[in-house]
């Protein structure tokens, strides 16, 4: 790695190398930029190797690229999860893999091992701060995703509960009576694996994602996840508390005892599990760009930052107006318009970025319907 006492300086450094890193590095490529890094903590694929090994992909992969339809799961034109796995919904630990494969065939730059700490802004140009050592760009793209930074503290007690990205299998989990908090996808795939090793599960949500009649699967709960609750050993063995919010967690003589919003108190002899959700890797670099009411990153229509040019974002945590952008098949639309705009910065042509809009892909701006379409 080239660092800031050579003085090199980097067109671009993408910090992350999951699949919004490596599918916007490809991106990067087909716009014409050699000069560039993506540097990654641990290993390509790093969080989604680290999934429970029966969490499995709620998007179908399907190999549909002969016909210019991209697997729902693919990161770059020309791939496919589905081709290359032979699966459907591949497990964490396939994907992982995959996306190895892209960065293999990309022959993408990537370097493992660099842990990224802090990003500032010098002049026109970046000082990007790792565990060891420290390097320069013109241009950066945060793509360090969710999965490593779980949200912990929601309620009194919280950090007495287990949250379900640090569990490495359901069916080695000790105990036979679980408390699920949060039940989206993450707590109702716990509550699926759980129960089909017949162990008894209460499952408790502020809300009800089982009812939401939003066709957005960023919003309402995925149809692969309301087909395993329709399994008998879910009906069998899991309790719905919806409108239920729980309000601290406490551990007393060997139990632990959740009380919800109402007053009621519920008892497991294992910690419960958090199913809570993320609160994301830009609260890193939260210095780099203003705030959306909701708290997620404002983003121009480039995906850069309102406060800083030259800082764009990546992966799951992208909004605009009211879309979400958290699954694969959506935060991918975004790739080739931060390529695009990075190119164009560096007076690049960016030619083979036109083949993006072939395959349905955005490259000049949201290209979506808006806010008055039923579905989005
Ligand atoms: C259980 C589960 C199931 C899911 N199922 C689906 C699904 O079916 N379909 C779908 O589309 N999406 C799904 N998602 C969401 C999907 O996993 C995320 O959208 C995806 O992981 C985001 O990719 P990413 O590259 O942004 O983040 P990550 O995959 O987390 O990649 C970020 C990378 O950055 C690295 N990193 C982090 N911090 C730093 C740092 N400071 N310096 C250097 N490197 C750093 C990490 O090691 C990691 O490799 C699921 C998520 C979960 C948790």
Known sequence: METATNAKIYDAVVVGGGAAGVGVAVALRHAGIENFIVLERHTVGASFASWPAETRFITPSFPSNSIGMLDLNSIAIGVSPAFSLEVEHPTGQEYAAFLRGVAELFELPIQEKIDVKRITKVGDDFRVDT???????????????????????????????????????????????????????????????????????????????????????????????????????????????????????????????????????????????????????????????????????????????????????????????????????????RFAVVAKAIATSLGLPADELENYRQWGMYLDDLSCCGEECAVC
């Not at 609260?283 to 705030?291: M, N």
């Open 131 to 333: 565990a060891d050592d420290t390097l320069r760009t013109r241009h950066v793209i945060w793509a360090a995703g969710e999965f490593q930074y779980p949200h912990l503290n929601r309620f009194v007690g919280s950090e007495l509960c287990r949250h379900t990205a640090t569990i490495a299998s359901y069916e080695e989990l000790d105990g036979d009576d679980f408390i699920i908090v949060g039940g989206y996808e993450s707590g109702v795939d716990a509550a699926y694996h759980l129960s089909y090793c017949d162990k008894r599960v209460r499952l408790f949500d502020k809300g009800c994602p089982w009812k939401d009649e939003s066709s957005d699967p960023s919003v309402a709960l995925s149809t692969y996840s309301q087909e395993r609750m329709r399994v008998d050993w879910f009906k069998e063995h899991v309790e719905l508390f919806p409108q239920t919010p729980i309000t601290s967690v406490a551990h007393a003589d060997n139990m632990y005892e959740a009380k919800t919003q109402d007053g009621r108190r519920f008892q497991s002899r294992v910690p419960p599990l958090m199913a809570g959700g993320f609160a994301g890797s830009h609260k890193l670099v939260a210095d780099l760009f203003e705030r959306r009411d909701d708290g997620f990153p404002l983003l121009s229509e480039h995906d850069e930052s309102t406060s800083v040019p030259g800082v764009f974002l990546c992966g799951p945590a992208v909004r605009h107006a009211n879309h979400v952008f958290c699954f694969i098949y959506k935060y991918r639309q």
